[in-house]
């Protein structure tokens, strides 16, 4: 009998800061981060390089209500620092549940994580260390799937898994047509041309000059990520 392989060998993981919510209206609800720690936990025992970039929705959006009358840049500059926040607690728990974590800030916080260095992060990666990446890209007016794809293509990952609420890209929205369907791949054109909103522009813009694929999928489909990485059906792949 021959033993599955994984389908990748380094990932990157874009873990939505409102995903950590779980029904809860904003923060990090303790059984859901527990949750997706396991998720993560069971990819990292096949062998995988995981590498994370946690959002900041939860707790702080540059473009939201909370932000009104605050310079953009500003807000910006404090929702990078709610992913630090997150990324703190994910990588917490992930220590308490038998990983090692190590948190890597685009922005100085010295006292808080280490920052961001390249050859670092790589050499954590290849000790079997998940990395979680926070403060998005360190710069105003982006976003963290735009730092998804920046430190995918970084650090040599072979795909990133968008995490997301819904288990795929869908023919058309989900919750407003009953009838959609889902794609189990695409390429970026058709992605494109029909207008399906994946990423913000940018991070796709990115990932489509990098030929580094994204495949969405759903982190409250228990299993799901496993399924990703053994390289089964699951989620929709966008290709180049
Ligand atoms: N074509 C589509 N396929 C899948 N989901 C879609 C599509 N168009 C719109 N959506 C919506 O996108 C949302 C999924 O993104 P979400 O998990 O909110 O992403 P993010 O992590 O960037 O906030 C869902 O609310 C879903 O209804
Ligand atoms: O490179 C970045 C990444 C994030 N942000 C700010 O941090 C917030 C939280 O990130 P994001 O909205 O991407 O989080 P998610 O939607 O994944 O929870 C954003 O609204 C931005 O204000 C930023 O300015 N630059």
């Known amino acids: 009998m021959t033993i599955a392989k994984p389908a990748h060998k380094r990932i990157l993981l874009k873990l939505s800061g409102e995903a950590l919510m779980g029904d809860d209206q904003f923060g990090i609800n303790r059984d859901t981060i527990v ?6 936990a069971e990819v990292t ?11 900041g929705g939860n707790i702080f959006r540059g473009v939201a209500g909370g932000s009104t009358g605050i310079d953009r840049a500003t807000a910006d500059y404090m929702g990078m620092l709610a992913t630090v926040m997150n990324a703190l607690a994910l990588a917490d728990t992930m220590n308490k549940a038998g990983l090692v974590a190590r948190v890597m800030s685009a922005i100085a916080i010295e006292q808080v994580v ?3 260095v390249r050859p670092k992060a790589l050499q954590y990666l290849e ?3 998940v990395v979680v990446f926070a403060a998005g890209t360190g710069n105003p007016f982006f976003t963290t799937d735009t730092a998804a794809a920046l430190r995918g293509a970084e650090i040599g990952a072979e795909v990133v898994l968008k995490a997301t609420k819904v288990d ?3 023919t058309a929205d989900p919750k407003l047509d009953a009838t959609a369907t889902r794609y189990t791949k695409l390429s970026f054109d058709e ?3 029909r207008n399906l909103g994946i990423m913000d522009a940018t991070a796709f813009a990115l990932c489509r000059d990098q030929k ?3 495949k969405v999928f759903s982190i409250f489909k228990h299993g799901a990520l496993k399924r990703v990485v053994m390289g089964e059906d699951e989620g929709t792949l966008v290709y180049a």
């Open 127 to 129: 000790e079997g260390k």
């Open 45 to 55: 025992r096949l062998g995988v390089e995981v590498a994370v970039v946690i959002g």
């Open 212 to 214: 580094l694929p994204i």
């Open 168 to 170: 795929g890209v869908y």
């Open 114 to 116: 280490e920052p961001y």
């Open 35 to 40: 949750r997706m720690v396991e998720e993560v």
């Open 191 to 193: 992605a494109m041309s």
